[in-house]
């Protein structure tokens, strides 16, 4: 029913932590990531190439969630974080990991289907530690063939590294193409620091 749902605009949350129920929601304006728009700022990209951290996915699936979730206020609550690792189970939610001196430092997670990547959350214990994991997700995505990166609403975070908002209609459309596509998380490793750079830069 999930991935039904994603295939028709539509993604579930809950209204809190300790609610039980789920809705679905179909936002009129709907946020997304362009794949060659990802900005990175020159604090960034001084973190990104100290290289003292290692990049992982899907060696910690559902500690990711967790922390995704670990916030006062969060729309995961314990069925929805259930069906994650269900979808993660069966190969259709994935998360890339930001590790540094041997624990979790950020990290982001998302649902695939086809080409498109419904990114679902993101945590970070340190500075710049989600963007560093979206940096390397954005050059993940683009090297294994995702045309979509949908990032459900468009917050100023989001929007200060790039992301826009679209139509409804305008994402059905593209939502409509990415599921025709064909892209996988896991098949591209993830490259050097001075490698990412170089290939988000020269797009960006």
Same mark, same amino acid.
């Given at each position: 029913m999930m991935l039904s749902g994603y295939a028709q605009g539509i993604f579930p949350m809950a209204a809190g932590r300790d609610e039980a129920e789920l809705h679905w929601v179909d936002p009129r304006q709907r946020g997304i990531f362009p794949l060659d728009k990802f900005h990175i700022s020159r604090s960034l990209a001084r973190d990104i190439r100290r290289g003292n951290y290692t990049i992982r996915t899907n060696t910690a699936f #559902?500690?990711?969630?967790?922390?995704?979730?670990?916030?006062?206020?969060t729309w995961i609550?314990?069925?929805?974080?259930?069906?994650?690792?269900?979808?993660?189970?069966?190969g259709h939610a994935h998360s890339l990991e930001m590790w540094q001196k041997g624990a979790l430092a950020g990290g982001v997670f998302g649902v695939t289907l086809g080409a498109a990547f419904f990114?679902?959350?993101?945590? #970070?214990?340190?500075?710049?530690? #989600?963007k560093i994991a979206l940096a390397y997700l954005v050059d993940r995505l683009r090297q294994a063939g995702f045309t979509?990166?949908?990032?459900?609403?468009?917050?100023?975070?989001?929007? #200060?590294?790039?992301?826009?908002?679209?139509?409804?209609?305008?994402?059905?459309?593209?939502?409509?193409?990415?599921?025709?596509?064909?892209?996988?998380?896991?098949?591209?490793?993830?490259?050097?620091?001075?490698?990412?750079?170089?290939?988000?830069?020269?797009?960006?």
């Open positions: #559902s500690e990711v969630v967790r922390l995704c979730a670990a916030r006062p206020e609550n314990a069925p929805l974080a259930a069906l994650y690792d269900r979808l993660h189970a069966m990114g679902e959350s993101m945590f #970070s214990t340190r500075a710049n530690g #989600s979509l990166f949908d990032t459900q609403f468009l917050t100023p975070h989001l929007a #200060s590294l790039g992301a826009v908002e679209v139509p409804r209609a305008v994402y059905l459309g593209m939502l409509a193409r990415a599921l025709s596509g064909r892209a996988e998380f896991i098949a591209p490793a993830a490259p050097a620091p001075h490698s990412l750079l170089q290939r988000m830069t020269q797009t960006s």
